[in-house]
């Protein structure tokens, strides 16, 4: 190549390697701050079972790829639209069609969409998937379990599910004695607590710990309250007309703290303790 | 540049008349058109499942022209010796790799085009003539366009990137392998970034986050070319963001060319 | 005389596994202006490589090549060149006239000039007929004529033909005789290559004879071949003996 035709090439080279790097840096920065309104799940409109045909031989690595789109948005899930959510069952059924043995989005489903106010029933019809399949799993079962208890207060079912999961081999002992409190329909807050505290033990990452954490500070709270509410119902013959009265009665200390909010919501009619409004 | 157009023009017009085109075109009209007897078993909003499936048969058939036709014709040139032909001729290789990149993408622009226009035709029927089916939300033209633009642009990163490969290996096989490769790991490396360095329920060493950051420097992010999701939900689109990444776009595809062109300049044709 | 195109001492290998092979040891020869030359040799002697180093699709790793004085790498240096491969490729899809005019605009004739061209070149190769067909349409021996049309459309000074009596019948070896004859009494420079004597003997002014990459012999045909050693005869020895001298030399 001749000097002058070097020169021109290395510059044009020069040239378009800066260009390059600028505008990937501006199109990275455009990408990494698009508003949570346009980071839309994104789910290919395909049903499930078309999917599963056309994916061949890939489908575990097809239920991955789809299980990672939908894990964006473990992230900033507070700023989703009903669209999104129902693009994230979409997602789930997807992945769940294409490898229900998979309990990466068991857990998932677990953790994000069961504790969604309207996908608890989504939440446990997906679930049914890895539970009939993984039929050494005590965990998939268990979920439902709880989601029935704890979403829906239906207790028979929870404690069917509960007691189909101490069945099998590994279930914790706990599992047994929570599907037969859940039979009993007592007990409904230390219930809530030991199924709270399996799964605080069986999280694996930090969010959900700490999502799990506060309910089950919340629900410790509760049972607190309600024990001083019952204690006051004793001797008084009704129950207090205000959280407050147990104070002044001497039944508790100090007010348990409410991880989700300045103070417990009290029902001065049916005596019920609430940590949020939606329950 | 007179003869980068004619080298252009004789690609341009070779891969018209290629039967494989033909093929790859009428299953990808079909396809467009036969979303419509499917779209009635969809409960979710009908424009998305129409832009989605529209712009999957755009590139599906866009990617299959590119990796077996634009390969097949690079492969016949090169390891096949057509190239004789041209570079027996006052034609510098540069010249020849301008010109062939030209005439490919002229190939890869009339298919989408034509896919575009069956697409927006059997969109029309379907409003027309199928009740459950919608317009996608505060859907535009523009928009549209726009999304065909950035279509065509992403095909035309993977045809730079199929043209280095055939003249770097010796195989066409070898060459649609790494090709397609390339295009799976630029759609899919910007999710596996954002699980990794932004999510909570990922954890990985710094290294292999390092190593996944340079990687988004190296291999083109097809991703910020997929406007379906904007599309799809009318969601605004800011003309700064278009422009960079159109310029992106072209910017990487100069480079590869360049780079093509500086290999196949000191390559010997046997 | 001058030489259109020249060799100095050139050398090239190719890659054989973990070694390289030489093909080629130090070939020196010109082709003068306006002289047909023979380039003979054996299957396998090298011919069709020192064609690719003359047209410039291979580097040689030592010596040079010179086309009218320019490197074959020089696109300018190919202007005057019409080349015609030993197995001529095509765009298929493409038509006689299609492809004629690309390359008589590619070699930078003008549009009237190469519209006019392409039929009389065609006719001359018996190729008129099928001047709208697509080339994936022809014979092998009418895509050999094809490939001599794309190296005459445009009228070039010199002609470089790898074996270009290759998938011809009797007539069209006939019609490619009298076409080298045409062009030497226009004064054109014809190199060819072959292996076929017979062609050799009636058509070129001097000769090449290259075995096993080495230039045994260049110069007059009439130098070559006398009354008691026949030109088949002088060449079968020639290489005979080059063969034995190899084996001894080890």
């Not at chain 2, 939900?233 to 800011?238: K, V």
């Amino acid at each position: 190549m001749s000097g002058k035709r070097a020169i021109v090439s290395f510059f044009l080279l020069l040239f378009i390697i800066s260009a390059l790097l600028l505008t990937n840096s501006r199109v990275k920065h455009y990408r990494d701050n698009i508003p949570a309104e346009n980071q839309r799940a994104e789910a290919l409109m395909v049903s499930p079972t078309l999917l599963k045909v056309i994916s061949g031989e890939f489908k575990g690595l097809w239920a991955d790829y789809i299980l990672l789109k939908a894990s964006i948005f473990l992230g900033g899930y507070y700023e989703s639209t009903p669209e999104d959510w129902d693009a994230i069952y979409l997602m789930f059924k997807q992945s769940l069609t294409l490898d229900p043995y998979f309990f990466q989005t068991c857990y998932y489903i677990q953790g994000l969409l069961s504790w969604r106010e309207g996908m608890h029933e989504k939440a446990i019809e997906l679930l049914k998937y890895p539970a009939q399949y993984r039929y050494w799993d005590w965990e998939p079962k268990f979920y439902i379990g709880f989601d029935y208890f704890y979403f829906l207060h239906d207790n028979l079912k929870g404690a069917h599910y509960m007691a189909e999961a101490a069945k099998l081999p590994d279930a914790p002992p706990i599992v047994a004695t929570l599907g037969a409190r859940l039979a009993q329909r007592e007990g409904k807050t230390e219930t809530a607590i030991g199924m709270l505290k399996l799964m605080y033990d069986r999280a694996s990452d930090e969010k959900h710990k700490k999502l799990l954490e506060d309910r089950i500070n919340a629900h410790i709270g509760i049972l607190t309250l309600e024990r001083a509410i019952s204690a006051y119902k004793q001797t008084h013959g009704e129950i207090p007309d205000s959280l407050d009265t147990l104070i002044h009665k001497g039944l508790l200390k100090q007010m348990p703290e409410n991880p989700f909010g300045d103070t417990y919501l009290y029902d001065a009619e049916t005596g019920r303790v609430f940590f949020d409004e939606i329950r | 540049m007179d003869r980068v157009w004619l080298i252009s023009l004789v690609t341009l017009k070779e891969g018209i008349r290629n039967r494989a085109l033909q093929g790859i075109l009428i299953i990808a009209l079909f396809s467009c058109v036969a979303y419509l007897t499917i779209i009635p078993m969809f409960a979710f909003d009908t424009g998305k499942v129409a832009v989605d499936l529209g712009f999957a048969s755009m590139t599906l058939a866009g990617l299959a022209i590119v990796i077996f036709l634009g390969i097949g014709l690079l492969t016949q040139d090169i390891h096949q010796r057509s190239v004789c032909m041209i570079l027996s001729r006052p034609v510098s290789r540069t010249q020849y790799v301008l010109g062939k990149f030209l005439g490919l993408s002229g190939i890869v622009l009339v298919a989408v085009l034509i896919i575009a226009l069956i697409g927006v035709l059997s969109g029309w029927a379907g409003i027309t003539f199928i009740s459950e089916m919608t317009l996608p939300r505060n859907f535009t033209w523009h928009i549209l366009g726009v999304g065909v633009l950035f279509n065509f642009l992403s095909l035309m990163i993977v045809m730079s990137i199929a043209f280095l490969f055939t003249v770097l290996t010796t195989n066409a096989y070898l060459s649609m392998l790494f090709t397609f490769g390339v295009y799976i790991i630029g759609q899919s490396l910007e999710t596996i970034v954002k699980v990794v360095t932004a999510g909570d329920f990922a954890r990985v060493g710094a290294l292999y986050a390092w190593m996944l950051n340079v990687l988004t420097w190296i291999v083109p992010n097809l991703r910020a070319f997929d406007l379906k999701v904007h599309i799809s939900y009318g969601l605004p689109l800011s003309v700064p963001y278009t422009l960079w990444t159109a310029a992106y776009g072209i910017f990487y595809i100069g480079i590869i060319i360049f780079l093509t062109a500086m290999v196949f300049r000191y390559q010997e044709i046997k | 005389m001058t030489s259109l195109i020249t060799l100095s001492n050139v050398e090239k290998s190719y890659k054989d596994g973990f070694r390289r092979k030489k093909i080629i040891h130090d070939l020196s020869l010109d082709v003068l202006e306006g002289e047909v030359f023979g380039f003979i040799g054996p299957n396998g002697a090298g011919k069709s490589t020192v064609i690719n180093l003359i047209m410039g699709f291979i580097k040689p790793e030592a010596g040079s090549v010179r086309i009218n004085g320019s490197t074959p790498y020089d696109p300018k240096a190919r202007q005057d060149i019409g080349y015609l491969p030993e197995d001529p490729r095509f765009y298929n899809n493409l038509s006689a006239r299609e492809l004629l005019l690309f390359g008589a605009h590619a070699s930078g004739v003008d549009r009237d000039t190469a519209k006019k061209s392409v039929e009389p070149v065609l006719s001359r190769l018996d190729l008129l007929h099928v001047v709208g067909e697509r080339v994936n349409t022809y014979s092998k021996g009418m895509k050999q004529r094809m490939g001599l049309a794309m190296a005459m459309v445009h009228d070039p000074q010199i002609y470089i033909l790898d074996e270009p009596m290759s998938g011809l019948d009797p007539i069209g070896r006939n019609l490619l005789k009298k076409i080298t004859l045409d062009l030497k009494e226009k004064g054109k420079t014809v190199f060819f290559s072959t292996h076929i004597l017979n062609d050799v003997e009636v058509l070129c002014d001097r000769i090449g004879v290259l075995n096993k990459g080495r230039l045994l012999f260049c110069g007059d045909i009439g130098e070559f071949s006398s009354a008691e050693s026949p030109f088949e005869e002088a060449f079968v020895e020639m290489i005979k003996d080059a063969n034995e001298g190899v084996k001894r030399d080890g």
